[in-house]
C-alpha cells in the first residue's frame, strides 16, 4: 500500500512494548507523562500518524446482573365433597394437566390446564367456550375430538377415559371432578389435605408459592442478538432484556442461588452470563482515531478517506470497533484528521 510523504507505519507489536513499558512505570509515572505536552519532534510531520490493525472475533461475554421474575401465588381449589381417599400431590412434585391429583368418595377428582376455567357440568349436549377449552386440551393431551365446542359422542369418550371410567358409564365431566391449573405443570409449594380428610367444595387441594417464569437483565444490551448462560445452560434474551427460556429458568429454579435472591436481605439479583450469539470481527484502535457522530457510532480515517465504525466499547485509550462492510482496512489514522468530516 502506498503511502504519502510524513507518515510512518507504527506496527501492532511496537504498540504492545509501549503499552508494556507503560504500564511497568506505574500508575503515577504514567499520569505524570499524559500530563505532558507533545514534544515538537512528535509533533512534525514525521511523527507516526497510521497504525495497523487486525481482525478478531469478538462475543462481548460479560457477568451482569438480572431480577428474577415470579408468578403470582395461586391456590387449587377443589369442588369435591366428602372423603378423601386419595392424594396425589405431594411438594416439591410436579402436578400435570390431565394426570388424577386425588380421589373423593373413590372418584378421581383430576387436574386440567384449560385456557378457559370450567365452570359447570359438562354433558352431552353442552356447547360453548368451556367445550371448546376442554376440547382444546383434550387434543394437546393426545385425545382425538373435534374442537368445535359441541359435546358430543367422541368428547364424551374422551372424557370417559379421562375419569378412567368404563363405557357403561354417564361420560358426564361434572365440575367436582376437576381442578384447573393455570399452566400444564404446576410444582405446588403446599399440599394441606390428607387422605381421610373430609372434603367440601372451596377446599384447598394445593397451593402454588409462586415460580420463577421469566429473568429480566438490570441493564440490558442495547442492540445485537444476545444470548445468557447459567452453569452450562443457555437461554435467549428478548428485545426488551428479558429471559424466559425454559432450560436456562428450570437450571436457575434449581439452584440455590434463587433462594438466595429471595431472602430476606438476600442479594435481590442472580448474575448470568451475557455474550453475543454470533461472535463479529472488531478491530482495536487507538480512542483518538475515532469521530464519534452519536452513541455507538462514529468513523475512523483510513486511505485518505473516513469509514464508518461502529464502536463497541473503550478501555485503557483502545475502542473496539466493527466496520461497516466485509472489508477491514489494513490501518487507520491515530488521529481522527481535522477539518475532516465524517459523513
Do not use: H
Not at 504514567?30 to 510531520?45: K, M, N, R, T, Y
Not at 452453569?231 to 438466595?260: C, K
Amino acid at each position: 500500500m502506498s503511502r504519502k510523504s510524513g507518515r510512518r507505519l507504527v506496527s501492532g507489536s511496537a504498540v504492545l512494548v509501549c503499552a508494556a513499558a507503560c504500564a511497568a512505570a506505574g500508575a503515577v509515572g504514567a499520569a505524570v507523562l499524559l500530563a505532558q505536552p507533545i514534544p515538537a519532534e512528535l509533533a512534525s510531520g514525521d511523527a507516526p500518524q497510521v497504525i495497523a490493525i487486525s481482525a478478531q472475533p469478538y462475543n462481548g461475554s460479560r457477568s451482569i446482573a438480572s431480577f428474577p421474575i415470579m408468578s403470582e401465588q395461586t391456590q387449587l381449589i377443589t369442588r369435591a365433597f366428602g372423603v378423601m381417599t386419595a392424594y396425589y400431590c405431594a411438594p416439591g412434585e410436579p402436578l400435570a394437566s390431565g394426570a388424577p391429583v386425588a380421589a373423593v368418595g373413590g372418584q378421581s377428582v383430576v387436574a386440567l390446564a384449560t385456557e378457559v376455567p370450567l365452570w359447570r357440568d359438562l354433558a352431552v349436549g353442552s356447547t360453548g367456550a368451556d367445550v371448546l377449552a376442554l376440547q382444546t386440551e383434550l387434543v394437546e393431551l393426545g385425545y382425538d375430538v373435534p374442537m368445535d365446542g359441541r359435546f358430543r359422542a367422541s368428547t364424551q369418550a374422551a372424557v370417559r377415559t379421562l375419569l378412567g371410567e368404563g363405557p357403561r358409564t354417564p361420560g358426564v365431566l361434572p365440575l367436582s371432578r376437576v381442578v384447573w391449573l393455570p399452566e400444564p405443570s404446576v410444582i405446588p409449594d403446599e399440599c394441606p389435605l390428607s387422605v381421610g380428610k373430609d372434603v367440601s367444595p372451596g377446599s384447598v387441594i394445593a397451593g402454588l408459592g409462586g415460580s420463577l417464569v421469566a429473568l429480566e437483565l438490570v441493564t440490558p444490551p442495547e442492540t445485537g442478538q444476545w444470548v445468557a448462560d447459567f452453569d452450562r445452560t443457555a437461554g435467549s434474551v428478548l428485545a426488551d432484556g428479558v429471559v424466559n427460556d425454559p432450560a436456562i429458568i428450570a437450571a436457575i429454579a434449581a439452584s440455590p442461588w434463587l433462594e438466595m435472591a429471595l431472602a430476606p436481605g438476600g442479594f435481590d439479583t442472580i448474575d448470568l452470563n451475557l455474550r453475543l450469539a454470533e461472535p463479529i470481527i472488531v478491530a482495536s484502535v487507538p480512542s483518538s482515531a475515532v469521530e464519534a457522530t452519536g452513541q455507538g457510532v462514529g468513523c475512523v480515517w483510513s486511505d485518505d478517506a473516513a469509514r464508518r465504525v461502529t464502536i463497541i466499547g473503550s478501555s485503557l485509550g483502545q475502542t473496539l470497533v466493527s466496520f461497516e462492510g466485509a472489508q477491514l482496512p489494513p490501518d487507520v489514522y491515530i488521529r481522527f484528521p481535522a477539518g475532516q468530516r465524517c459523513e
